[in-house]
Nanobody, 124 residues
């Protein structure tokens, strides 16, 4: 069982930056893929980024490449999402997710555990 708690959301102007954090419980953190997803009102939840257990493999959605950076600190059981040059279309609830293995995937349904979400609002 893995419990996830996100933090770091808030209101930012377009062009600004935010860093989201996701603290995880459980002793297997360093051996599992972690991902970030987001969901805007009226839209489906979508993939943002994923990182392998050791941090050697990383995926990004095309919409955030070059602006967002995912990282993890396995000593702290925490995964981060550094978001820069934010756009109004980045506004959404952001969710941290944990896979139950080290298999990289962008598929929402393949993640076993989810946080409660943290809201990101971008003003234009």
């Amino acid at each position: 069982q893995v419990q996830l708690v996100e933090s770091g959301g808030g209101l930012v102007q377009a062009g600004g930056s935010l860093r989201l954090s996701c603290a995880a419980s459980g002793r297997t953190f360093s051996r599992i893929v972690m991902g970030w997803f987001r969901q805007a009102p009226g839209k489906e939840r979508e993939f943002v980024s994923a990182i392998s257990g050791a941090g050697l493999r990383i995926y990004y959605a095309d919409s955030v490449k070059g602006r967002f950076t995912i990282s993890r600190d396995n000593a702290k059981n925490t995964v981060y999402l550094q978001m820069s040059n934010l756009k109004p279309e980045d506004a959404a609830a952001y969710y941290c997710a944990a896979h139950n293995s080290n298999m990289m995937t962008m598929t929402l349904g393949e993640y076993a555990y989810w946080g409660q979400g943290t809201q990101v609002t971008v003003s234009s």
